[in-house]
């Protein structure tokens, strides 16, 4: 069973009254809260309101959330499960010396029976792919992963994953449900140049392509095929349509946000980019975008095994996506709005998802749509 409430005014005041009664509902047993960046939600403000619900709770603020066929910039979703979920917080999630298989064996010696796991990252955190493929060695596709990357359009990393504890950053909550799920993820981009060779890279920095300052390499091709220039103030109003693709075996690329120039012209991203993997510079267009968003659907439709009876759709969209998408963005929602089935989701800084059947991963520029078993 769930219970979803929207808050549609983004107060501390409401979060605190739609929290408790949800919490205070007796079949209820966990609590999932997807908050708007706008709300201003600090630890100050929420912290108080966290610790006086006994139940296991997770969750993130995100720069947009969506209700239904609503894209809202001010707002909170609580979601209340019926069942009751494993939840764990991974912190420290830039840190260099932590290996996260060791952490994960720890905190999850039994994995029996579960079907479903929520992944909710720091998305401004420097080892979110490190946690994931620790994720996918140590559980494998044992269940299905869907999550994304917590944070702020303005680029500065702050509190912004919700849990038990209260409003942390820098960190990732894992929770472990006996749900069923079925999980599509597309992206829509294309290939215009490379590969490249990522000759010199730190965590989630590209600082040379082909030996090359990274930066020179992408201004050259970016600037001949959009015919703009980039100047000191609109990197990423430029860059938003011209992601990068890492190539992976099997499978389409995985896509790699340039967020900000860093120094010595580097380019910083959402999520790392190991040294000696080969990148393409990627382009879409309206169509194919919404096409991929189509196509997740199908493929998560195709993958679930459950009733439709009770599910909902949980829909993790790569916030660039509607930067790219503008107004055209309810498009795309249209697509993903399946009428009798309840919607929510988030416009997230990377995605996080398998299919059931292809290697996890952490996704940027992204559509993952999952279906939840009541």
């Not at 209340?80 to 060791?102: M, T, V």
């Not at 201004?219 to 992976?248: C, L, M, Q, R």
């Not at 009798?340 to 996890?360: M, Q, R, W």
Request: aromatic residues 10%; contains cysteine; glycine residues 10%.
């Amino acid at each position: 069973m769930f219970v979803r409430k929207l808050g549609r005014m983004g107060t501390v005041e409401e979060f605190r009254k739609i929290l408790l009664e949800i919490s205070n509902n007796a079949e209820i047993s966990s609590i999932m809260v997807l908050a708007c960046d706008a709300n201003g939600f600090t630890p100050k403000d929420v912290n108080p309101i966290l610790k006086l619900v006994t139940k296991p709770l997770f969750g993130g603020i995100f720069p947009e959330i969506i209700f239904g066929n609503e894209k809202l910039t001010k707002g909170t979703i609580i979601v209340g499960f019926s069942n009751k979920q494993d939840i764990q917080i991974i912190p420290d999630l830039s840190a260099k010396n932590i290996d996260y298989d060791d952490v994960l064996d720890k905190i999850f010696p039994q994995v029996d029976n579960y079907k479903t796991m929520f992944v909710f990252v720091d998305g401004f955190a420097q080892r979110i792919s490190a946690l994931i493929d620790s994720l996918f060695n140590i559980f494998g596709l044992e269940f299905n992963y869907v999550g994304g990357g917590a944070g702020s359009l303005s680029l500065q990393q702050k509190p912004c994953i919700f849990t038990s504890e209260g409003l942390l950053q820098n960190c990732a909550v894992l929770a472990m449900t006996n749900c069923q799920s079925g999980v599509g993820v597309a992206h829509g981009w294309k290939s215009i140049a490379g590969p490249f060779r990522i000759t010199e890279s730190d965590r989630n920095i590209i600082k040379t392509l082909d030996w090359k300052p990274a930066f020179q390499v992408y201004k050259k091709i970016v600037e001949e095929h959009s015919g703009e220039k980039f100047t000191d103030d609109n990197f990423f109003n430029i860059a938003k349509a011209y992601p990068f693709g890492i190539a992976k075996l099997g499978t389409e690329r995985i896509i790699r946000d340039p967020l900000m120039l860093g120094e010595d012209d580097a380019l910083i991203c959402v999520g790392e980019v190991p040294e000696e993997s080969f990148v393409d510079i990627m382009n879409g267009n309206l169509e194919s975008l919404i096409a991929a968003a189509g196509d997740a659907l199908l493929k998560a439709e195709k993958s679930y095994d459950g009733s439709l009876d009770g599910s909902g759709l949980l829909f993790i969209d790569c916030i660039s996506r509607v930067l790219f998408l503008e107004d055209d963005f309810k498009k795309e929602l249209e697509v993903i709005h399946k009428k009798g089935i309840p919607l929510i989701g988030v416009l997230s800084i990377g995605e996080i998802a398998n299919s059931g059947k292809d290697f996890l991963e952490f996704y940027n520029k992204t559509a993952v749509v999952s279906i939840l078993g009541s």
